[in-house]
């Protein structure tokens, strides 16, 4: 959720008009076939009770299209492993860009343009997460 909030927040003076659902179970994961725009989130496991993410520096190891954080999350399930091949396979079909927070990937078609000053953005995300960690943790 918190990730969802931070892109609506650089968004700001603007709003997002269109489909917001920062958090969605597993089980409606179907919705991101929606022909619309929209920001989601779906949550792969339940067991995780820690309310900040963590504190690692975004790196491409992968592909132009897939990322990945220097720490990986070792969270895994068998729904995970259901859905992510159709999610593969959807982004490669309709420019969606699919961020997997608890693996930090990110997965994103081949027509869909780079970012500019990308890596300027990266940082700029983690310090707001870093200053919102500290403030929630009395540091």
Same mark, same amino acid.
């Given at each position: ?8 927040? *650089? *968004? ?23 022909? /619309? ?6 949550? $792969? ?23 990945? *954080? ?19 396979? *959807? ?8 961020? $997997?927070?608890?693996? !930090?990937? /990110?997965?994103?078609?081949?027509? /869909? ?6 890596? $300027?953005?990266?940082?700029?995300? $983690? ?10 943790? !009395?540091?």
């Amino acid at each position: 959720m918190l990730v969802a909030e931070c892109i609506t927040c *650089l *968004l700001l003076p603007f709003v997002w008009p269109h489909v917001y659902a920062p958090i969605l179970p597993l089980s409606l994961a179907h919705f991101v076939d929606a022909p /619309v725009p929209y920001i989601m989130g779906i949550r $792969y496991s339940s067991s995780d009770t820690s309310p900040h993410p963590s504190h690692t520096v975004f790196s491409p190891e992968l592909s132009p299209n897939e990322h990945r *954080l220097d720490e990986p999350s070792t969270m895994r399930g068998s729904k995970l492993d259901e859905i992510r091949p159709h999610a593969v396979e *959807l982004a490669s079909e309709a420019n969606v860009c699919y961020v $997997y927070i608890d693996e !930090g990937r /990110v997965i994103a078609a081949d027509e /869909v343009p780079q970012f500019p000053n990308s890596d $300027y953005v990266k940082e700029a995300l $983690y310090q707001i997460i870093r200053i919102a960690s500290s403030l929630t943790s !009395g540091k």
